[in-house]
Structure formats: structure tokens, C-alpha cells
């Protein structure tokens, strides 16, 4: 049975470093802004004053929660007092209140649907087991966010299953994650309750042409991981032995061994490595979802250590590209 890795006290030091000059670095930035009028013409940090760096909106928002993980698991971490202080300087009151009123905007009720909503809804669940003062700076936006779900989440007919940003199992499951932590039983009832209409009834999932060439999710994997979440351990066995089949049998080969990226600082090719680290944490939690004696455990387990070992020696600090995201990914992946 492989040994997974855990996160160690000097990798989290290092990834706080990394996130802390993330957070407060405002350019280069990629914008998606919808200009109402020649007001809305303003710099990132005028835009989102506690989200401007980092890239982008929601590289940032996962910047943060990064930061406050990382001092949940370890309380001693160095790196703490500075975290603080940067908590204070982006997540007041004041700053949440115009992060609120952009998304208020006409025009703007979309805005970073539904992976930077699914990103922020963590957030908010991780600050409240860390400092109640900032959770509730961030109540109002996450209310807007959580209403903006409920309306998504009904109207969407089909789900979107490639996967970039818009993956729907994945964002319904940081929903349903966040429900469950504020026990909010409409939200939980319809992620429940959609997420079984869309993928319920999927059998002989086509597994195999993964993964796509700028993939940072799988497909197959996020939807098996939020069906787990939402059926009882015989039901989701059940369903994954129609969903991918020939598993077992190390079928299709492709979805248990790491994707190649051929040039890690190309900001599409090197989503590759995100989707690696995606991989390694749901087969890591698939491996619980089983029965112990079920030949499926220890193939998830050597499935997830392959993805490790391929995803973690890829982040590099000083390679923006990568340094600007994948940390987070990889805190999430070593912690969830």
C-alpha cells in the first residue's frame, strides 16, 4: 500500500511566502469586467480592493484560503503574524462591502460563475473555524453568492462537464460542502437533488478521451467524488460499478496515470498540473467512499500517489504561471 504524502510544516511556510506576495500582487492581472459606463474603467485594486492580486478573482479568493488552511493546520506557522496582518489589510468590513456591491451591478450577477463563487463559499467556511470577525465581513457576499447558487443550480438543464472553471460537480460540491457547514437546508437539498438528476443515471462514463489538452479537473473524477458525497457507501458502489466499469480491470489507463505536461509555464498546458492535483485528491478520497476489502481501494491509492508524485515537483515559486495557483491546489489536495 503506497504511503500518500501529508503537508509538512516547511512546505506550508513556503507556501504562505509564496501566497502572501500573491495576494498584494496586482499585475499582471487577467480581467473580466463588464463596463457599464466610462466609470467602470479602474484599476484592479479599485475594482476589488480585497481581491486584486493573485492574477485573478478567483486565483486569489483561493490564494486566501490557502493562507488561513495553512495556519489551521498549524497554528505555530512562522509565517502567521504576517498572514494576520495581510487578513486585516484585504478582508475589512469596508473592502467586503464593495466586493459585495460589484457583484450587485447590473450586468455583473454572472461574474465568475460558478468556480470563483465555489472558491469564495470555501473561503468564507474555512474563516469561520479561524476568526469570526472576518467571516462576517465576507456574510454579505457569500449571501449573494449562495442566492446566485440556488438560481444557477435550478435553472441549469444540462451540466457542464469539461474541465476548466465552469465544471459543474465540482462547484456544486464546494456548494453542498458549504450548506452542510451552515446546515442551510434548501441549498443542501437542491445540490443533493441536482446533482443526482444530471449524473444520477451515467453509466460507461467515456473516461478514456481524458484528458482534454488544458484540462485542471477531471471530468470523471470530480462527478464520482461529488457522488460520493451525496449517496450512502453501498448506493455510491453501486453507481461508480456502472459509471466506470472496467476500472477494475485498470480501464481506461489513461485516468489512473498522470498527464504529461510537455511545457509546465504554458498557462494552458501547465493547467495539466492542476488537473494531476485534482486527481490525486479525489482518488485519495475514493479510496475511502469503498468498502476496505474492495480491490478499488488500493487502486485508488497507487492511482492518487502516481498523481502526487507527478503534480507536487511542479510548482514552481518563481514561475508566476504556476506560482499564482497551484499552491493552493496542492494545500488542498495534501489537507482535504
Not at 60 to 73: G, N
Request: hydrophobic fraction near 45%.
Amino acid at each position: 500500500m503506497p504511503i500518500l504524502p501529508t503537508l509538512q510544516p516547511a512546505q506550508a511556510s513556503a507556501f504562505a511566502r509564496l501566497a502572501l506576495g500573491n495576494i498584494r500582487r496586482e499585475y499582471p492581472r487577467a480581467e473580466i469586467h463588464l463596463l457599464n459606463d466610462a466609470s467602470d474603467v479602474r484599476s484592479p485594486r479599485e475594482l476589488h480592493p480585497a481581491f486584486y492580486g493573485s492574477y485573478d478573482w478567483h486565483s486569489c479568493v483561493h490564494q486566501f484560503w490557502m493562507l488561513v488552511r495553512l495556519v489551521r493546520v498549524f497554528p505555530h506557522l512562522p509565517e502567521r503574524p504576517e498572514i494576520d496582518a495581510a487578513l486585516r489589510e484585504h478582508l475589512s468590513a469596508d473592502h467586503l462591502a464593495r466586493e459585495a456591491a460589484y457583484f450587485s451591478a447590473p450586468g455583473r450577477s454572472t461574474f465568475q460563475r460558478p468556480y470563483g463563487w465555489a472558491w469564495f463559499l470555501k473561503l468564507e467556511q474555512e474563516l469561520r473555524g479561524y476568526d469570526a470577525e472576518f467571516a462576517r465581513n465576507l456574510r454579505p457576499l457569500a449571501g449573494i453568492i449562495r442566492e446566485g447558487f440556488m438560481h444557477y443550480l435550478r435553472t441549469l438543464s444540462y451540466p457542464v462537464r469539461h474541465g476548466v472553471h465552469g465544471n459543474t460537480a465540482f462547484a456544486t460540491g464546494f456548494a453542498l460542502n458549504w450548506a452542510r457547514s451552515v446546515d442551510d437546508q434548501p441549498l443542501k437539498l437542491l445540490c443533493t437533488s441536482r446533482a443526482a438528476a444530471w449524473f444520477g443515471r451515467d453509466r460507461d462514463y467515456p473516461a478514456h478521451l481524458e484528458p482534454n489538452g488544458e484540462d485542471f479537473f477531471s471530468p470523471a473524477l470530480v462527478e464520482a467524488g461529488l457522488m460520493g458525497r451525496i449517496l450512502p457507501q453501498l448506493a455510491f458502489t453501486e453507481w461508480f460499478g456502472k459509471f466506470l466499469p472496467q476500472l477494475a480491470e485498470g480501464r481506461p489507463a489513461s485516468l489512473l496515470q498522470p498527464a504529461v505536461v510537455s511545457d509546465p509555464s504554458d498557462p494552458k498546458i501547465g493547467h495539466l498540473i492542476g488537473l494531476n492535483l485534482n486527481r490525486a485528491w479525489v482518488w485519495r478520497r475514493l479510496a475511502g467512499r469503498f468498502p476496505e476489502n474492495d480491490p478499488l481501494v488500493p487502486l485508488c491509492e497507487a492511482a492518487a500517489a502516481r498523481h502526487y508524485e507527478a503534480a507536487l515537483p511542479q510548482i514552481d515559486a518563481q514561475d508566476f504561471v504556476r506560482a499564482h495557483w497551484l499552491a493552493s491546489f496542492a494545500v488542498y489536495a495534501l489537507t482535504e
